[in-house]
């Protein structure tokens, strides 16, 4: 993870005017009411996700792109739904700047995943909502891992479940945290 973090310069990720920032552990607000979540805390949300470089990820909410760029450092596929098409389009710049590869950010509701493309290894959602959306849970692939915000938005319990046999459990709590509403079909009303 650390060799990751050290690979994506957060400030090719954040607003222009933003830069002298991106280094600071904090979240750096980005436009439409959003933020990019500080380091430290997209450290520890990747990093629960077990990656071992063969993984299909998907990720709901892409924002600018850097937790996008950490998981296509550290993962073999990575699809990233974002709700507001600019963001996604500077999302995809920043990500081909970037260099990432075998990503593809997709303007949609994050809340029904990507049905098309599942099964997936990892899933990591970067909004609160008090359940984890039912089709996220369905898209896990056997052993796979799901890091979500459990909570209404703005204080939450950022969570590691599991899905196996028994469904998706909720395994540990990795941090409290603040976070948006997670908005959609399955989640918080527009």
Same mark, same amino acid.
């Given at each position: 993870?650390?060799?990751?973090?050290?690979?994506?310069?957060?400030?090719? *990720?954040?607003? $222009? %005017?933003?830069?002298?920032?991106?280094?600071?552990?904090?979240?750096?607000?980005?436009?439409?009411?959003?933020?990019?979540?500080?380091?430290?805390?997209?450290?520890?949300?990747?990093?629960?996700?077990?990656?071992?470089?063969?993984?299909?990820?998907? $990720?709901?909410?892409?924002?600018?792109?850097?937790?996008?760029?950490?998981?296509?450092?550290?993962?073999?596929?990575?699809?990233?739904?974002?709700?507001?098409? &600019?963001?996604?389009?500077?999302?995809?710049?920043?990500?081909?700047?970037?260099?990432?590869?075998?990503? %593809?950010?997709?303007?949609?509701?994050?809340?029904?995943?990507?049905? $098309?493309?599942?099964? *997936?290894?990892?899933?990591?959602?970067?909004?609160?909502?008090?359940?984890?959306?039912?089709?996220?849970?369905?898209?896990?692939?056997?052993?796979?891992?799901?890091?979500?915000?459990?909570?209404?938005?703005?204080? $939450?319990?950022?969570?590691?479940? &599991?899905?196996?046999?028994?469904?998706?459990?909720?395994?540990?709590?990795?941090?409290?945290?603040?976070?948006?509403?997670?908005?959609?079909?399955?989640? *918080?009303?527009?």
């Amino acid at each position: 993870m650390l060799d990751a973090l050290a690979r994506v310069a957060r400030a090719g *990720f954040v607003p $222009e %005017e933003m830069a002298e920032r991106a280094y600071l552990d904090e979240p750096v607000p980005i436009p439409r009411g959003q933020v990019t979540t500080q380091p430290s805390l997209v450290a520890r949300m990747v990093a629960a996700l077990e990656l071992g470089g063969g993984e299909r990820v998907l $990720e709901v909410g892409t924002g600018y792109g850097f937790q996008t760029a950490l998981l296509a450092e550290l993962s073999a596929e990575v699809w990233s739904v974002e709700r507001f098409p &600019d963001l996604a389009e500077t999302a995809r710049r920043n990500l081909a700047r970037h260099g990432a590869h075998d990503v %593809e950010v997709i303007v949609g509701d994050g809340t029904l995943g990507l049905p $098309e493309r599942a099964p *997936f290894d990892a899933i990591v959602v970067a909004a609160a909502h008090p359940d984890v959306p039912a089709p996220l849970a369905e898209q896990l692939a056997p052993g796979g891992r799901l890091v979500h915000p459990v909570g209404r938005g703005g204080r $939450e319990d950022v969570a590691r479940f &599991d899905y196996g046999e028994d469904g998706l459990v909720r395994r540990r709590t990795l941090v409290g945290a603040h976070f948006v509403r997670l908005v959609g079909e399955h989640g *918080f009303d527009r």
